[in-house]
């Protein structure tokens, strides 16, 4: 039997944050009104530009200045990250490894957004990125007993999208589709969330899909079974996106910069 999808209701203050999957270039004005309603914003963006990787030379102490500090772009991403993260909290009940997960979104989308060419927007190729997930956060937070028996299939050898098809009547990309679109998401993005997996579509989609493998490569799993490493020869294992970014160490200090953001909200 397949379950009907709910679509999880958003706070006001998230659903500003969420508005920015489709505002590529969000003024510092628009940035700022988002965050001073949500003190989770605020704390997220001030841990961010006084981290080690930000190397202030004086504490930042406004969000004001966090924003100038980080920029607008990143800005943007720890905000979008901090209201997925606010929305889908608490995931311990479904099995899920949370604290792996996020890693793994965050990794995907810097991958993604290093991958991403042609028409592909950098900063939409890391929204995607972020969101890919997005069904499987729903689905977990929604019935976190059925989603467990999802996460133990799939550990004991079943593909976690037939695990939930089994469970559940469909899988995650199509829930994800389907709450990306009612939550007014840009379209090549709810198809991108719709075919991170298969990335058979130009752009969006197979940047994602690159983005998973590069972090399934560098040892991130999805929260769910451990990272299966892409095979030598295959587009993601050639693709020159870590030494692009300066190596695997820097790679993994600059997701953990945006997972410590995102998670620790």
């Known amino acids: 039997m397949t379950t009907a999808i709910r679509i999880p209701p958003l706070p006001v203050a998230h659903m500003r944050a969420m508005a920015l999957v489709g505002n590529l ?60 993260s606010n929305s889908f909290h608490d995931l311990r009940r479904s099995k899920i490894d949370e604290h792996e997960l996020w890693r793994h979104l965050v990794a995907t989308g810097v991958l993604a957004d290093a991958t991403a060419w042609g028409n592909v927007e950098h900063t939409e190729a890391f929204t995607a990125g972020l969101l890919h997930d997005l069904g499987r956060l729903a689905m977990a937070v929604e019935d976190p007993g059925r989603y467990s028996r999802v996460v ?12 939930e098809r089994a469970i559940f009547g469909l899988n995650h990309m199509e829930w994800g589709q389907t709450i990306a679109r009612t939550w007014g998401f840009p379209e090549d993005v709810a198809d991108a969330i719709a075919d991170h997996h298969e990335g058979t ?15 399934a490569g560098l040892g991130i799993g999805d929260g769910v079974i451990e990272p299966a490493p892409p095979p030598p020869g295959t587009e993601a294992f050639l693709l020159p996106v870590i030494e692009t970014l300066g190596g695997e160490e820097s790679v993994l200090q600059r997701i953990d910069w945006y997972s410590g953001a995102v998670s620790a909200a």
Request: net charge positive; proline share 7%.
């Open 25 to 84: 270039e969000p003024s510092l004005q628009e940035l700022n009104q988002i965050v001073d309603a949500d003190p989770a914003l605020t704390a997220a963006l001030l841990r961010a530009a006084n981290s080690a990787l930000s190397a202030p030379v004086d504490p930042v102490r406004t969000a004001h200045i966090a924003i100038v500090r980080v920029g607008t772009v990143e800005a943007r991403r720890i905000i979008m990250g901090i209201a997925l």
């Open 152 to 163: 133990s299939l799939a550990r004991s050898g079943t593909p976690t999208i037939e695990a």
């Open 201 to 215: 579509q130009p752009g969006l989609a197979w940047a994602v899909k690159r983005g998973r493998e590069m972090a």
